[in-house]
């Protein structure tokens, strides 16, 4: 069988070269065998697999989020970021929840959603969102929640308290430590 014109002449002369020149075969063997195994080598011979943790087994803390005045948002911003330090330390899954009211009974499906979710703490922030929590925890008794900036006599209720003033940097970052140890500690 006969090779096409375009690739016979240069197969054929490298061939002949190789016939008669022994050291250039070895040569040639050589220098493929090292660009092989520098391939490999390089390359890891693998492909590389994709990392992927399973969270699913991580404790849920989950804040449900009000749209309440300026001071509730303050301590909202600073229990968020103590519920995202409690997740950078591993072990944590942190999640927010928008209610879009305090209302007792419009925000109870808000905390159904929360409980159906597998949260295995609830957040909530400030005293308007006390009897809504309250109601909340008659209605899921297995159910733990913590208020922020607020207290209950409710058995499955702690409570935080905020700052005297939430408006000052240094409260802010003082109240994201308590929730995050609060957090951590209940993991």
């Given at each position: ?139 899921n008794p297995h159910q733990n929640f913590v208020i922020i900036g607020a207290t209950s006599a ?34």
């Amino acid at each position: 069988m006969r090779l096409p014109a375009l690739t016979a002449r240069p197969v054929h002369r490298f061939a002949g070269l190789v016939r008669g020149h022994p050291v250039i075969a070895a040569t040639t063997a050589a220098l493929l065998l090292a660009a092989v195994t520098l391939t490999v080598l390089l390359t890891g011979g693998q492909r590389a697999q994709p990392r992927a943790a399973n969270v699913s087994g991580n404790f849920r803390a989950c804040l449900l989020v009000t749209p309440a005045g300026a001071t509730d948002a303050r301590l909202s911003q600073a229990s968020w970021q103590g519920m995202q330090d409690a997740a950078q330390s591993g072990g944590v899954n942190a999640q927010r929840f928008p209610t879009p009211t305090i209302d007792t009974k419009a925000a109870l499906p808000y905390f159904n959603g929360a409980v159906q979710h597998h949260c295995e703490l609830i957040v909530t922030v400030g005293t308007g969102m006390k009897p809504a929590t309250e109601a909340a925890a008659r209605a899921n008794p297995h159910q733990n929640f913590v208020i922020i900036g607020a207290t209950s006599a409710r058995p499955h209720i702690a409570a935080i308290a905020a700052p005297d003033d939430p408006a000052k940097e240094q409260a802010g970052k003082e109240l994201a430590k308590k929730v995050s140890a609060f957090i951590t500690a209940r993991r």
